[in-house]
Nanobody, 122 residues
Framework: QVQLVESGGGLVQPGGSLRLSCAASGNIFNVYGMGWYCQAPGKQRELVAT???????NYADSVKGRFTISRDNAKNTVYLQMNSLKPEDTAVYFC????????????????WGQGTQVTVSS
């Protein structure tokens, strides 16, 4: 069983910062790409940023220059540093990881976290 647990969400004023964390745990053999997605009320879930196991990154245009994704492979953890936050960044943020398990080391599948709420408001 593999779990992804997010933390770090909360309420912040416009222009403020938050740092999200997502740790993968369980019978993990390998963790490949990891990423953050967000879903605002009434909208579809959309990509925020992704990072490969080698550190290659990709960002949504709306967060470029404000958000930074990083990971600690030894801890199977991905981070999202969110700066210069705007009210339109308000959403539930989910992490996703492509994982292989000890029982099936050649079969990769995506695992999602439960989500953490980020609210940007004065």
């Amino acid at each position: 069983q593999v779990q992804l647990v997010e933390s770090g969400g909360g309420l912040v004023q416009p222009g403020g910062s938050l740092r999200l964390s997502c740790a993968a745990s369980g019978n993990i053999f390998n963790v490949y790409g990891m990423g953050w997605y967000c879903q605002a009320p009434g909208k579809q879930r959309e990509l925020v940023a992704t990072i490969t196991s080698g550190g290659g990154t990709n960002y949504a245009d709306s967060v470029k220059g404000r958000f930074t994704i990083s990971r600690d492979n030894a801890k199977n953890t991905v981070y999202l540093q969110m700066n210069s936050l705007k009210p339109e960044d308000t959403a539930v943020y989910f992490c996703k990881a492509r994982i292989t398990t000890v029982l099936q080391p050649t079969v990769a599948y995506d695992r999602w976290g439960q989500g953490t709420q980020v609210t940007v408001s004065s």
